[in-house]
């Protein structure tokens, strides 16, 4: 089927398998920025205090990496199971740090690498083909031409 799809029909419909997977995209980020929690933190938090469970609290140092000092010394009891931190600050005063998912930025940045990967992958695999289906046609027309050739 696709052999007999004309060259635009093609480029068309993956404009807009394109254009959809964009959108799924979009759409999934807003949820998942919007949406609840998927799944409740089930590990010890810090001896020292949990006032974030109930209180107001407001985030002082957004989520980033635990050193790895803190990793493998285990002096923050948050590094051990995430290896991700925030300080927090709550309504009382207190200042606590809890363990949180990992970095947005990180995976924002993880995620781009794969599908820039993805890309020089399909790139050269389309070259490859392509070039293959040149030497073959090549081939066929001087197989056709040699066979001309003789019967005359």
Known sequence: MLENCQRHHMLLGLGALTGVTILVLIVESRYAAEGPRRREQQFVIENNSTCWRHEKYTVVQECHPCSEFDIVSKSLGVCIHTH????????????????????ALIEQRNFLKFEILCFIVGALSYLLSY??????????????????????
């Open 131 to 152: 070039a293959r289906d040149r030497i073959l046609s090549r081939r066929t027309y001087m197989k056709i031409e040699r066979q001309l050739n003789r019967v005359q």
């Open 84 to 103: 991700y931190k925030e300080l927090l600050r709550c309504q009382s005063g207190e200042i606590v740090t809890r363990s949180c998912d990992r970095v």
